[in-house]
């Protein structure tokens, strides 16, 4: 059975890019507009990795990624940040919130899928 991974993140452009890559590598892909919207589609069902943006309307990815780590059937899902924020203070909000990793826009499809194949096991 195919790995379920959440794509996070307000641009549809990125959300395509990034769903497009997922695809090809043989995973399912389920995509959220923004953290809040990511919440509802998180109901019960299998996701083995999130791909969030940072900077969305509604609700931020930091503040998704807390709420994320709150439900107990979501609590050790890895979480990617992939976004434009290269800051530390930033970095360092998204790992004190659960994220397990950080990837800069804009990111080569490989890089992704290395970061993604690392965390999502077999």
């Given at each position: 059975?195919a790995?379920?991974?959440?794509i ?14 997922l ?5 399912e ?6 953290g ?57 909000q998204?790992q ?27």
């Open positions: 059975m790995k379920s991974i959440l996070v993140d307000d641009s549809a452009s990125v959300r395509q890019v990034v769903g497009i890559s695809r090809q590598a043989g995973y892909v389920i995509e959220g507009v923004d809040k919207d990511a919440l509802t589609k998180l109901k019960g069902q299998k996701v083995h990795l999130i791909i969030s943006d940072v900077n969305m309307p509604n609700m931020d990815g930091i503040s998704m990624v807390k709420a994320v780590k709150e439900m107990p059937a979501y609590k050790f899902t890895p979480i990617v940040m992939l976004t434009t924020e290269s800051q530390e203070e930033k970095k360092r998204g004190a919130a659960g994220a397990k990793a950080w990837v800069v826009k804009p990111f080569k499809p490989d890089q992704l899928l290395a970061v993604v194949q690392k965390l999502v096991l077999p």
